[in-house]
């Protein structure tokens, strides 16, 4: 699926997960009409480190693509730092992550997986620390413990995204310590009551948008393997709420990701 369109203004698309094998057999087609119509930059992050070596290849391949290294909280037990720095000297690297927690599919009384996990992150946090990079950061179902353990290293930081925001007003106060709110396609479903609620509460110089593909396309394409071009429908969503033109969104939300990632390159 590749939509025939032409924007006056590309997006950066901050989140996408252009390894995966869903894009397999597809993937040069798609960059190629993506940079052609909509896209600007998209940025590849770290999820299970065996990835890895493919998602800088990729990088490598398109000049417009850049990646993440780090460990998704889901894929922990292959974590080695030691791997991570082989890649985080990369010209295309550009952050660190994503990395996080993710209680969601944890029992309450799972306490060593959740410490294992909280060890994992903050070891994370103090790589991007030592190398002077942002942040991608996973939040699910731990809005506490991320909060505390974000604000505890905020003022080291380079800064960081909470991907795919999950409308958690305490994590909201993170703004005032150089995070970004990651915008997605959840924003334009029928059940983001909570997310179209707080889009207004979160500072305009603090939002980026991204796909989180092949995931989460958004309306009317729910369902399907999400493209990055499909972030033109976050865009409108976001202008919708907010009261704004579409395209003075996706200028805000590139010189956001701009500022947050790509400075100095």
Request: charged share 25%; proline share 4%.
């Amino acid at each position: 699926m590749f939509l025939d369109c032409s924007f006056i203004e590309k997006i950066i698309d901050t989140h996408c997960h252009l390894d995966n094998q869903a894009y397999f057999g597809v993937l040069d087609e798609m960059l190629k009409h993506a940079f052609v119509n909509g896209v600007d930059k998209i940025i590849i992050p770290g999820a299970d480190i065996k990835d890895l070596p493919r998602a800088r290849e990729i990088a490598h391949i398109y000049e417009n693509v850049y990646f993440a290294c780090g460990v998704h909280p889901y894929d922990i037990d292959d974590f080695d730092l030691d791997i991570l720095k082989e890649f985080i000297n990369d010209k295309k690297c550009v952050a660190v992550g994503e990395c996080g927690l993710d209680y969601y599919r944890l029992k309450s009384d799972d306490l060593h997986i959740k410490t294992k996990q909280k060890e994992i992150f903050i070891t994370q946090i103090e790589f991007a620390i030592e190398y002077k990079k942002p942040l991608i950061i996973h939040v699910r179902d731990a809005n506490e413990d991320s909060f505390n353990i974000l604000k505890t290293y905020a003022q080291d930081l380079r800064g960081g995204v909470l991907h795919c925001f999950n409308a958690s007003e305490l994590l909201l106060q993170l703004a005032n310590n150089g995070f970004y709110f990651g915008m997605g396609g959840v924003l334009t479903f029928k059940n983001a009551k909570n997310l179209v609620e707080i889009l207004p509460k979160i500072p305009k110089d603090k939002l980026v948008l991204e796909t989180d593909g092949p995931y989460l396309s958004p309306e009317p394409y729910r369902g399907k393997i999400n493209d990055p071009i499909l972030t033109h429908y976050v865009a409108e969503k976001i202008a919708q709420i907010l009261n704004l033109d579409k395209y003075e969104i996706i200028k805000l939300t590139n010189n956001n990701a701009n500022r947050l990632f790509f400075q100095g390159l």
